[in-house]
């Protein structure tokens, strides 16, 4: 039996194929790599933990590339749909909304991203140990459009039985994962909801601290995070970036420190039964439909 990576690169790469085989003909590849990273920290920090990437796919493609920074989650769709941007690094809830809208094409996810949680924190000071500590008082979920923010720990909430708008007494919305860590830290919330990767990374860097703030809770795991790219790269060039991905190895010096600075330890190819369960969510509760969430 194969491996599951190996096994996996040949049916992505074939169903690959199939996606952009629907076109009449590839279309000519395009002068630069549009890069887009979903917002989900500030700026800066995303153009220093991405560089490293982008300098590497624009050798293996030889290309260059041009970063393009989005100041919320849904401006990066609005920026995939209109061409400005022809390869992202989407939450699933805004791969969704970009295959929807704009054709996005599925071509690889870090390991990591396969078990992906969100966290809900409090300050390290505050008496709540449980959810059910915190009923009657201000909570805040990341982006509307964050898939770990919001739209996984709505669905995990509501499992629980916690309507969130009845069980709080205010729901607020912030831009990024940092800013709710930053909002409960600064009592704008008691609750926030935050991608666990990205609040284990504040707290290495030094951005959080563990005297300020601690994990009220931990969800079940889903899969998450994926680069995907606009149907004007053409098959062969997502197929040139799927590899580039993929080869990508901890046991090279200067390859894991790439691989580091993004959070991941390798790559696996995005197949469509990876979208599947939170395909199911989203139709479930008309997400997709209403761009206002």
């Given amino acids: 039996m194969w491996p599951r990576a190996r096994f996996g690169a040949c049916i992505a790469a074939l169903l690959l194929l199939a996606v952009c085989g629907q076109q009449d003909s590839d279309p000519a590849p395009p002068e630069t790599l549009r890069v887009g990273v979903l917002p989900d920290q500030g700026t800066p920090a995303i153009r220093a933990s991405y560089t490293p990437l982008f300098q590497y796919l624009s050798e293996q493609t030889g290309l260059p590339y041009e970063f393009v920074p989005s100041d919320s989650y849904a401006e990066l769709v609005e920026q995939f749909v209109r061409g400005e941007v022809n390869l992202a690094f989407m939450g699933r809830v805004t791969f969704l909304r970009a295959e929807l809208e704009g054709g996005a094409v599925p071509i690889a996810m870090r390991v990591i991203d396969m078990r992906f949680t969100t966290l809900l924190v409090a300050r390290t000071a505050d008496p709540g140990r449980k959810v059910e500590d915190f009923q009657g008082r201000p909570f805040s979920f990341g982006s509307r459009l964050s898939t770990s923010g919001h739209f996984m720990a709505r669905y995990f909430l509501e499992e629980r039985g916690i309507d969130p708008e009845h069980f709080f007494t205010s729901v607020t919305y912030s831009r990024a994962h940092d800013e709710t860590v930053y909002a409960v830290r600064d009592g704008q919330a008691d609750l926030g909801a935050v ?79 990876d979208f599947a369960m939170l395909s199911q969510i989203a139709e479930r509760s008309d997400f997709l439909a209403d761009k206002q969430r």
Avoid: C, K, N
Avoid at 225 to 231: K, T
Avoid at 236 to 254: G, K, Q, W
């Fill in 195 to 273: 991608s666990a990767a990205i609040f284990r990374a504040m707290l290495s860097d030094g951005r959080s601290r563990g005297d300020d703030m601690r994990i009220v809770w931990e969800t079940p795991t889903y899969p998450d995070y994926v680069w995907a790219g606009h149907p004007s790269l053409g098959q062969p060039l997502m197929l040139r970036i799927r590899e580039a991905l993929l080869a990508l190895t901890p046991r090279d010096p200067v390859q894991a420190e790439i691989l580091e600075t993004i959070g991941a330890q390798s790559f696996l190819p995005a197949a469509p039964e």
